[in-house]
């Protein structure tokens, strides 16, 4: 198993512009999430997913969207990038949403010019 | 004040030593994370715990629901236990994982 995948690991926008950042899992797991993670702060909550077609807001949703049509995906756009975006982006997964072990991806660390 | 602390922010140790991060919250919670952070990113998990103590290896955690904290601790130190340590609680209002800011630990040769 690959566990939760993350692409790209690196990217350099500039202010403006768009993109997306793509999370796979391949355990079948329910519940998804996207956090972001800033310096002398906990990893932050932006988007999660509790099954395919399902979403919901975390704690810093403006700026980003998601959207969950298979279990195994779940990406999420950056739809107009500012420099407050700068950070690194992780996407979990678990069994479902609770008390369940968290798999997280490697992280991709994005930069906004 | 953060729903989730931890402490030390920051700890330097020698090869061999023991080594304890302590974790405190004050959410009602139905269970605790310890991950760890490596240098260069990806985020594994070590513990899930909701009472009790946890062994895995040379790492223990333990948790104490009445006093809402929960301590990490390392025997026998080693340099590639370097990294950063996290705590999450899933719970609180919104019934989500909120993390700690995290431990660095630094274990010197």
């Known amino acids: 198993n690959a566990g939760v995948t993350q692409t790209p690991k690196f990217q350099v926008l500039k202010t403006g512009q768009s993109m997306t950042l793509q999370c796979a899992q391949d355990?079948?797991?329910?519940?998804m999430s996207w956090y972001r993670q800033d310096p002398g702060m906990g990893l932050r909550l932006i988007h999660y997913s509790v099954g395919a077609g399902i979403t919901d807001q975390g704690e810093v949703p403006n700026g980003y969207n998601v959207s969950r049509s298979t279990t195994e995906d779940f990406p999420l756009r950056l739809l107009s990038a500012a420099p407050s975006q700068t950070s690194v982006y992780f996407c979990?997964?678990?069994?479902?949403?609770?008390?369940?072990?968290?798999?997280f991806g490697p992280g991709t660390r994005l930069t906004v010019t | 004040k953060n729903e989730v602390e931890q402490s030390p922010q920051n700890l330097t140790a020698q090869e061999g030593e023991f080594i304890t991060i302590n974790c405190s919250y004050s959410?009602?919670?139905?269970?605790l994370h310890w991950l760890q952070q490596h240098p260069g990113g990806g985020i594994v998990s070590l513990f899930m715990l909701s009472s009790g103590k946890k062994k895995h290896g040379r790492l223990i955690a333990t948790i104490n629901i009445q006093e809402k904290h929960s301590s990490l601790h390392i025997t026998a130190s080693h340099p590639r236990d370097s990294a950063v340590y996290i705590c999450a609680v899933f719970g609180g209002a919104t019934n989500k994982l909120i993390f700690g800011t995290g431990t660095l630990l630094a274990v010197q040769p």
């Open positions: 959410v009602g919670i139905s269970a």
């Open positions: 355990m079948n797991h329910e519940y």
């Open positions: 979990a997964s678990s069994y479902a949403r609770g008390s369940y072990e968290q798999y």
